[in-house]
């Protein structure tokens, strides 16, 4: 195969792997929009919050010490004892439900019944302010994540390419791992919402709120349900790409990123969120492959979003997505 | 009793369609608008003039610029910080090529160029809606963007890709470059408000506006009852896309200086503009004014209060900034989804029938 | 009632005329959030740390004590133009951005307004030359002088040529990682390299294409102009490709620690220019250890002494030190003006043995500022990261970069600034 053939393939084969990542975070647009049909800009936010959250208990940190050490002139920084991670991530969880139970309570609530556009910026609003609360709370240095996931080449990729073309492909094991967790995160996810009485209330409000309500679903129960699991989500995201660059503000910057594969695959569906998320994945990194040379490099803001833009104009609803019925 | 309206008796259509029907307000918008231009030059501080009251008045004419988008036509455009940026490159590069050209008539052939820039990324709207329309005007975001950061034509290629604006004047006095007086930047920038703030006002009470509010309320019945949706999403996107690049083109050439794409035109700035337009209220000349006031105030009250006089480390004070209006905006929309336009409404109503209850 | 009060509060705090104060004013312009934070940190830090010293230790310059106000910038040229305008009443002495936008942005308000600027090693280039930017200094090396002096790195290395080698610049798709490209492009037509560029989005959180780019293409060495999480990815990227690290090198800005920690092992051998000493090995720590550090006035958490950023805001503070004893010894006076505050700047003359005096031997490069050269001597040192003692160790001692090839580029690009905006020479010969 020539040379050229080789390195598309690779960049393709990357292109599926950072694709998987991006999955990660709109997976949790998706669950939130599908149950209350909110678009959650805070997604991204709540993942850097979930990954500072997760290393603040790893090392021991004192939450607010910033705050309390300006307000009372103290000098505390470090509980001085670590976590192991295994009890870390049970612990982050548990303040993710308790997060979005605070949401539910202090926000939702509260915007029951309100225009799309109206809860769309209540959600930035929160973003701003998760944003806020997360630097004073833990400290805005950058700070490495590590859970023990391995990073660097991947050896079995890279010798069975070379057997097979006569070039090793790159792969990242930590992308092969993400592949892995996302496929065990889908799989749970679709067999909580197809066999699980729980998961079944879920689509119940999804399809219909006030059908729901009428047959004795607690709304405001699966909503917590619903922004726990998706806070749950986001922290694996975090993870994920706080174990490629450290934790910092531009995690929350991902968030943007999942918007186009949101538009390929359908604001509602987990398979259309998987599906989005390879085919934007492959299509920049191939673009980036044969335009670099014509115009310049660094497309890989805006090209998902032209692709979705393309697809938007031949069917609106994205791949998966359910079909928009207008009525007069 | 204040607010009368009782024996003012209206003897002709143009005086009962009149923007201020009732006298109070007539008398006050004269009154206001002559205090804007006569008085406050003369009691002009270089710091409130540079940090609060020139980005007060540039915001203000973003803000209406996507209000019509967003509040008058309900097309959701989070692009806007593209748009500004396109104003400000088109001011860069016309008064580069024709350095005789008065600066007004840039800033307005820039607000041009923006328009039709508008147009052509407004076309997507045609088929799309709601916040499917929203991620493609991100599209136009960054692609914008990429577009002036990597195509050195737009800045003349400059090794660093920033571009600065020239010394220029009008009627003598320099309103672009550090010898701008603090008089002359504000009376620049205020001008311009008040021609965009009656064109708007205009605009949105005529048929134009109408056909607006048609698409934004049932867009399918109005195709229905005879409006033309093209010409009426494509106008809105190419008169808010004009007010925007006015918009650009002054942060650039009176406020700024100095600029690059990336960094002052990014996507925080739409989200900025965005905020103020949903505070401030949507669909509202006033809102637009009351959500600029609001969202370039606030940072600098905070930080006077925060760090001047309470005495707290400053980035502490900027979370804090960050967390409180992230609150805000939700406080906002919790009490009064129709922004701050709605509250002042409430207040005249009241005070309309005051002292009576109703 | 409330609102009146706190109107009132307001108006009195902003209509207050400022005191008429025996002082010093160092505004720092930093910036300790937003998405450079944990750049600007320790740098912020570092500056503060060794004015509270120069005010306990020695009681200030002159005998006048140093006055710093802290101002907010996160990064952002608008709030840079407003803090500007907040401080710029107060007689302020000198401006340290850290930010080539603001830099740009304050370049005309600072030079109308008399309030030098000392852009050390970022901002505005050619600001090297006086006769154009008087109000700007950006010793002791710029980025034109970091490509040359990475060049002759590289050059030493290969027996004094690079004929027939690739090497490949990643750089930061910005004002600020664009700069070296000039600069590079000509040496490689000098001495006979390919350059390949390959830009980086900001933030830069995803460079799989670009490193899988350099993986096919195999430079032998690589150059990386990057600010934020884009060197830490970077670092990343490069061990997880098998890259050689020592033959990765970055500008002074991309070789902190925060750029290296997150790769853990594999950022081993990492490389990076550095415009000062590294660690805490110097006898100015001590002074520091008792003065601040004890007396618990360090600036911020305390935790980035001896970092890299750290002694850069260190390095930074103390050439802004030394220039206002310059300023005070032309003036005649301990209270000097903006203007006067350039003047010392002009004339700074950095020594082996004033640096030894100060407890910090070897930290600086000596070199003269003059009207015509407002850039300094234009050398640097080179330091490579040991991941597993966690530290930074200097390999080679100054390196010096082509000062002709340089002042050839300043001199082009500055004569456009000035024709462009219509500036009169302002050195006297």
Redesign the interface.
Known sequence: MSDTVL?AL??AL?GLT?GIMYSLVALGFVLIFKASGI?NFAQGVMALFAALTLVGFQTGQVPF???I??AFGT?I?NFGWTMPTLLAIPATIAVMVGFAWLVER??LK??VN?????L???T??????????G??MW????K???VGLP???SRWVDETTFNLFGYGF?V?VLSLWALAIAAVLVTALVIFSQYTKQGRALRAVADDHQAALSVGISLRFIWVLTWSIAGLVALVAGIM?GS???V????S??A??A??V??LGG?TSIPGAIVGGLLIGVG??LF??FM?PV????????FA??L??AF??FR?QGLFGEKII?R? | MLYREAGDFKTSYASDNQTFPIRFDRYAYWVVLLLAVCVVPFFLNDYWTKSIIVPFLIYVIAALGLNILIGYCGQLSLGTGAFMAVGAYATFKLTMMAPGLNVFVVFILAGLVTSAVGVLFGLPSLKIKGFYLAVATLAAQFFLIWLFTRQGWFFNYSPTGMITMPVRTMLGFAVTGPSASAAAIYLTCLFFVIVMAWLARNLTRGTTGRSWMAIRDMDIAAEIIGVNPLIAKLTAFAVSSFFVGVAGALLFGVQLGAAEAGEAFGINKSFLVLFMVIIGGLGSIMGSFLGAAFLVVLPVILKVLLVDSLGWPSDLARHLEVMIIGALIVLVLILEPHGMAALWRTIKDKLRLWPFPH | MKMTRLAALLAATLMAAPAVAQDLHFPMLNYRTGPFAPGGIPFADGYQDYLTLINQRDGGIGGLPIRMTECETAYNTERGVECYESIRGDNPLILQPLSTGITYQLIPRATADGVPIHSMGYGRTSAVNGDVFPYVFNYPANYWDGASVAINYLLSQNGDSLQGKKITLVYHNSAYGREPIPTLERLAAQYGFTLVTIPVDSPGQEQGSQWLQIRRERPDYVLMWGWGVMNAVAVQEAANIGFPMENFIGIWWSGSENDVRPAGAGANGYTALTLHGVGTDYPLYADLQTHVIDAGMAAGAGDQIGTVLYSRGLYAAMLAVEAARTAQALAGHAQITGAEMRAGMEALVITEERLAELGLPNFSASFEVSCANHGGGGQAMVQRWDAAADRWNLITDWISSDRELIMELVAADSAAFAAENNIQPACAN
């Open positions: 390195y690779e960049a990357n950072v678009f010490s910033h705050l050490n300006a000098s920084h202090i926000v509260h915007l309100q225009a799309p556009i109206i769309f910026m209540a930035i609003g929160l973003a701003y302010f998760l944003e806020g609360l630097d004073i400290g805005a240095e950058v490495p994540l590590n990073q660097g080449m790159f990242d790409w490629k660059s450290g910092q503000f531009s995690l910057l991902i943007l990123k918007l186009p949101l538009i604001f920049e990194k980036d492959f670099q115009i310049g490099g660094a497309t890989e803001n805006w979003y032209m979705a833009l938007l104009l609106p207008e007069v």
